[in-house]
């Protein structure tokens, strides 16, 4: 918690490099900055405006990757890296690329770039040697018989299988792009047709179904998505996502969707990922994805914490950091709305050009001012504040003069914090003076010794401990009836006094009933809590067993449901190996 001044002052280095990966950036940090710190100062120096679609990625000592969490310290997520790297990426997507604008449409551009070249942008022939046609035309211009001469794409690294007949077709395309094309123009084009791509934004993760087979699950805005030798095979939107979990190696989502015949329907699918680690940061990338393009969260406040992993498993608890792409976009349209109206405003005041001349008179001028006070929705009529003095407990009440008639307060002019002050501290003293022995008692009764409700300025006998003069009855409060206990000194002068032979006999009654609750036993949260928790673990296990060694139809979908197939084959069946060997040697 608490550092000293050297450590605060250590400064650490670090190397981002970017989607070219020639170019990099030297940054600096300090122990006590967060990754938040770290985006901000590379945008800040790039100059790009939507940050929130952009990320920090980085590899751990185990060859994992992660991204960097906004919200944690730099140093305690790469306190085992050395030298520290980082790698800015497209962490979000956008549905639409032209929602970025600036040098964060070219940084996209750059990233899908990136995609195609290492394979993960996957497309059919016509369609790369397409997108291959418009990065030659933005990166080397129109096309020039002197200067491009022979196979001069081979010298550009354009996709991942980049064979003489792609490039031949690319150098056909080019020659035909229309002459006098800004870069933008080509730019724009190629983002147009890689996110109509069914693998655009998508970071493939292998994974193993049911049966073994190899695929990869992607993840974008618009779902979860498995692939198939690059093809896409299933495809779940995020409304359709219930939940998301993961046990051990398993990757499990939850499904709701309607059927053909609007029947809703659930449905669980698993995949097992070749790590823990992998499995850890395929899930988080997921709650990542779904609640950044989720429609339904108004901003990143209102995110719940996700916790993952299973019983038999370490859990891991995610809290979703960041703005919202709904966020983002409710604020740039206000902005755009706040800015057409300033400048209809400052059109308005150009356009009038005749000055005001105060024509008000100076005697209503008062008035005026008064009018346009703002009034207070909290402030009450003469005859509200009155109330609370006209109140009378036991027939005597302390605004009553010698007359009989109420003594009004004086009004004072105090402000309007004051005012609420001052009546919550006179609503505190209302109910502790007027009420002085009003009590509340447990339904199981007990002696006043016990539970130390005694009334103020009385004792168990109800005699006055000290010289109190005021003229209110004292209530007790038992078994859901009021007991009075009057002043002895008013009891003569009082007409209103209720006489102290009504009251001894329940609130004797109350004394000696009071003794039962001695022997009634007293309850302990503890002594009940552990023998149900023993009952659930041995209810849970014997349930687990069941399932498991019996063949019975009934648990058959129970028993290959993903869940207890990580659970069988990674906790169950070793431990059942390990009892067997142990009791057999025995036996």
Not at 192 to 215: F, M, N, W
Not at 404 to 425: F, H, K
Not at 487 to 511: C, D, E, Q, Y
């Amino acid at each position: 918690m608490f550092k000293s001044k050297n450590e605060c002052n250590v400064v650490y280095k670090c190397t981002v490099r970017l989607l070219d990966d020639s170019d990099v950036l030297e940054c600096e940090f300090q122990p006590f900055h967060k990754g938040i710190y770290l985006v901000d100062h590379i945008c800040r120096q790039l100059d790009i405006k939507e940050k929130d679609y952009f990320g920090l990625r980085y590899v751990d000592t185990g060859k994992q990757r992660h991204w960097l969490d906004l919200a944690k310290s730099i140093l305690k997520q790469c306190k085992d890296i050395d030298p520290v790297l980082f790698s800015l990426r497209v962490k979000f997507y956008p549905a639409d690329p032209f929602r970025l604008t600036g040098n964060g449409r070219i940084m996209l551009f750059q990233q899908l770039k990136r995609d195609l070249r290492h394979g993960r942008l996957y497309c059919s022939l016509g369609e790369a040697a397409a997108l291959g046609a418009l990065i030659v035309q933005e990166e080397l211009g129109d096309y020039d018989e002197v200067i491009h001469i022979g196979e001069y794409v081979s010298s550009l690294d354009l996709a991942l299988r980049q064979t003489e007949n792609l490039e031949k077709k690319i150098i056909e395309l080019h020659k035909k792009r229309k002459p006098g094309q800004d870069p933008s123009v080509a730019m724009d084009e190629f983002m147009g047709i890689a996110r109509g791509l069914e693998t655009y934004g998508i970071d493939p993760h292998p994974v193993k179904d049911h049966r073994g087979s190899l695929l990869y699950v992607g993840i974008n805005h618009a779902g979860i998505s498995t692939y198939v030798a690059g093809k896409r095979s299933q495809h779940f939107r995020w409304n359709e996502v219930h939940k998301i979990n993961f046990e051990g190696k398993m990757f499990i989502a939850h499904l709701s969707f309607t059927d053909s015949s609007r029947e809703p329907k659930k449905h669980t699918i698993g995949f097992k990922c070749p790590s823990g680690p992998a499995c850890r940061y395929l899930w988080r990338c997921a709650i990542e994805q779904m609640l950044f393009f989720s429609r339904k969260l108004p901003n990143s406040q209102h995110a719940a914490v996700v916790s993952g992993g299973g019983f038999f498993s370490w859990g891991t608890k995610f809290r979703y950091t960041g703005r919202t792409e709904r966020e983002i976009l409710t604020e740039s349209i206000n902005a755009l709305r706040e800015q057409k109206m300033t400048n209809s405003s400052s059109s308005k005041r150009k356009a009038s050009s005749v000055p005001a001349t105060p024509s008000s008179p100076q005697g209503d001028l008062a008035q005026i001012r008064y009018s346009s006070l703002p009034r207070s929705t909290m402030s009450e009529p003469l005859g509200c504040s009155m109330a609370p003095s006209i109140l009378i407990y036991g027939g005597h009440g302390q605004d009553v003069g010698v007359n009989g008639s109420l003594q009004v307060p004086s009004l004072e002019p105090v402000c309007e914090e004051a005012r609420l002050r001052s009546s919550n501290i006179d609503r505190l003293n209302h109910m502790g003076t007027d009420l002085p022995g009003y009590a509340f008692r447990d339904s199981i009764e007990h002696s006043s010794t016990e539970s130390g409700l005694t009334a103020s300025g009385y004792d168990v006998a109800g005699k006055p401990r000290g010289n109190h003069t005021d003229s209110k009855q004292h209530l007790y409060y038992s078994s859901k009836q009021y007991y009075a206990l009057p002043n002895p000194a008013l009891n003569s002068s009082s007409s209103v006094g209720i006489s102290s032979g009504k009251h001894i006999g329940p609130f004797s009654r109350t004394h000696s009933n009071s003794n039962s609750g001695k022997s009634l036993r007293k309850f302990h949260l503890l002594h009940a809590f552990i023998p149900s928790v023993i009952f659930v673990i041995i209810a849970m296990t014997g349930t687990a067993i069941l399932i498991m060694e019996s063949e019975l139809e009934i648990f058959e979908r129970v028993r290959n449901s993903p869940e207890m197939l990580s659970l069988r084959y990674q906790y169950y069946q070793p431990l059942k190996d390990f009892v067997l060997e142990k009791f057999g040697r025995k036996a």
